[in-house]
């Protein structure tokens, strides 16, 4: 019996592994573990026909101790981005996405950065890509994704001394405290320490963030996916609304599959209807869940031309700047700061 795709891959990426350490690669050159990767990615673009990079950070890597503002979606990834495009000519690209979310205003960025050299992005979904990474997606002419992947809600995550709460439901928390004490004031002491440690401006924060994912989504499917169409005002308004409601999905990780866009008019492919192009996708994901799992690595942004830039846990070195295209282990790069922007992170259900 054949083995399982992702037992096989192993297999095969463990025997490069092997070969590395026979003979290990020059300072600054590929080894046989990273061309193994980039050939996967390769046989993505020889099914396509189109440019493929990576975007992936380890958010469904079990066991793994990684901080979880490393994992986001930040301004930092823009490095990461303009690394693994330099070289690639326009109109064409494809993007393949695995990541919790992070910070709206950073995924606006990186579309910006995107659509200033591209006209046709589409997006590539094998596993997750939640919140923020969602609105991401939501900028591309198309989607591709497996069956068993999952986008998610785009509603804004508040900071608040105790922790992260849904800006939806901070906005119904105080509309419940408005009405109760308008009808009983003694109610005051029962309400106090749950509305105090919410803070003066949070109610007007939440509101804006709840406009701005909506605004975001709405721009960017009207101006890319429904480019033309003249129902495309109604259709992505409807679609930012489905995506930005808190007391739809009730939980900000709740799965949304392609049969819920496809109700949606959103544009999305099933990659298993091409069965050449979900045997590349799977493995070349395959490879990538591999390397996440299993090495220092906690992001990485990469294409088949040996471009990569590749973030990873803090090693006892001196921090080092990272070599394009190095065989790891790479030399740590400095992760970027936590931002005190509304955080749009999709917990893993």
């Given at each position: 019996m054949p083995k399982a795709t992702w037992n096989r891959i192993l297999d095969e990426f463990n025997l490069a592994q092997i070969k590395d350490q026979q003979d290990p690669p020059r300072p600054g050159q590929p080894g046989q573990a990273d061309r193994y990767r980039r050939l996967k990615i390769a046989a993505v673009e020889q099914v396509t026909k189109r440019p493929?990079?990576?975007y992936a950070s380890a958010c469904t890597s079990p066991g793994k101790s990684v901080p979880p503002e490393w994992l986001m979606i930040d301004f930092s990834d823009k490095v990461g981005f303009k690394t693994v495009t330099d070289n690639i000519e326009a109109p064409n690209l494809d993007v393949m996405v695995h990541s919790p979310g992070g910070i709206a205003d950073a995924a606006e960025s990186i579309v910006h950065q995107l659509r200033a050299k591209f006209t046709s992005v589409r997006f590539i979904i094998p596993m997750f890509a939640k919140s923020a990474a969602t609105m991401l997606v939501m900028?591309?002419?198309?989607?591709?994704?497996?069956?068993?992947?999952?986008?998610?809600?785009?509603?804004?995550?508040?900071r608040t001394q105790n922790g992260f709460s849904p800006a939806e439901a901070i906005l119904e928390?105080?509309?419940k405290a408005q009405e109760e004490l308008k009808k009983d004031p003694s109610?005051?002491?029962?309400?106090?320490?749950i509305l105090?440690?919410?803070?003066?401006?949070?109610?007007?924060?939440?509101?804006?963030a709840i406009e701005l994912s909506k605004e975001m989504v709405?721009?960017?499917?009207?101006?890319?996916?429904?480019?033309?169409?003249?129902?495309?005002d109604m259709k992505s308004?409807?679609?930012?609304?489905?995506?930005?409601?808190?007391?739809?999905?009730?939980?900000h990780s709740r799965a949304i599959k392609i049969p819920d866009l496809?109700?949606?008019?959103?544009?999305?492919?099933?990659?298993?209807?091409n069965p050449a192009l979900y045997k590349a996708i799977d493995e070349l994901y395959c490879c990538i869940d591999i390397l996440l799992a299993n090495s220092p690595v906690y992001k990485i942004f990469e294409n088949s031309a040996d471009d990569a830039l590749i973030r990873q846990m803090p090693m006892p070195i001196q921090p080092q700047l990272i070599l394009q295209g190095a065989q790891l282990p790479l030399p740590m790069s400095l992760p970027a700061q936590p931002s005190d922007a509304p955080d749009r992170r999709g917990v893993p259900g």
């Open positions: 493929l990079i990576i900028s591309g002419d198309e989607i591709l994704m497996d069956r068993d992947a999952e986008l998610g809600p785009i509603d804004p995550q508040m928390q105080f509309k109610k005051i002491q029962s309400w106090l320490p105090a440690p919410l803070g003066p401006s949070l109610l007007v924060d939440s509101q804006h709405k721009q960017w499917t009207q101006r890319y996916m429904f480019a033309g169409d003249p129902q495309a308004t409807k679609i930012s609304k489905f995506l930005s409601d808190h007391s739809t999905f009730k939980s496809l109700s949606y008019g959103i544009k999305v492919t099933d990659i298993r209807s």
